[in-house]
């Protein structure tokens, strides 16, 4: 059977990873598993920018990814790709790994009071739509599907932690096909 596994990379509050688990196995009704914490890959901080390199990350989660399944990697590291200067998340598009960065949807990030609530919402979306472009789903044009792309934080928090009629069905079947079932 086809597992999520989600793995922290470094020092990550455990509570992050406990409630995107559990909310994943419910809204994907699939199995999901904790793996070994990840230390964080040598050489990613951009010492000039204080990010990390996202592809670095990813390249470490291919490493350590189930051969069946999907892997989902959480870190507290503002990320970036050279095109980019910063990400909440990246994935693989119809590939194994995914990855979410919580340091931009943190409000202590921006200056403001924390709020455990809000990010953990902003977790759970973030978590969903990184493994939609691993299910080989792309950017939706409903602003309120999971899958909608989010450059900032307005866009994360108008959408919702769920996929779309579209995008679900399609999320549905390519999870299927992992566990070898026919939908």
Not at 109 to 132: I, S, V, W
């Amino acid at each position: 059977m086809a597992v999520i596994t989600v793995v922290r990379f470094g020092m990550l509050d455990a509570r992050i990873e406990s409630e995107v688990m559990g909310f994943l196995a419910r809204t994907l009704d699939c199995e999901v598993q904790s793996g070994p914490v990840l230390p964080e890959p040598a050489g990613a901080l951009d010492e000039r920018r204080q990010q990390w390199m996202a592809i670095d990350f990813l390249k470490a989660l291919v490493a350590a990814a189930p051969a069946r399944g999907r892997i989902l990697g959480l870190t507290g590291r503002d990320l970036y790709i050279p095109m980019l200067s910063f990400l909440f998340g990246q994935a693989q598009l119809d590939g194994a790994a995914a990855l979410v960065s919580v340091a931009r949807l943190r409000q202590e990030f921006y200056g403001l009071p924390g709020d455990d609530g809000l990010l953990l919402t902003r977790a759970r979306k973030e978590a969903l739509h990184e493994l939609g472009h691993t299910f080989g789903l792309v950017h939706c044009p409903d602003p309120g599907c999971a899958m909608s792309l989010s450059t900032n934080l307005p866009q994360v928090d108008f959408k919702r932690d769920a996929y779309c009629t579209n995008c679900g069905g399609t999320a549905r079947a390519r999870l299927a096909a992992l566990n070898g079932e026919t939908k």
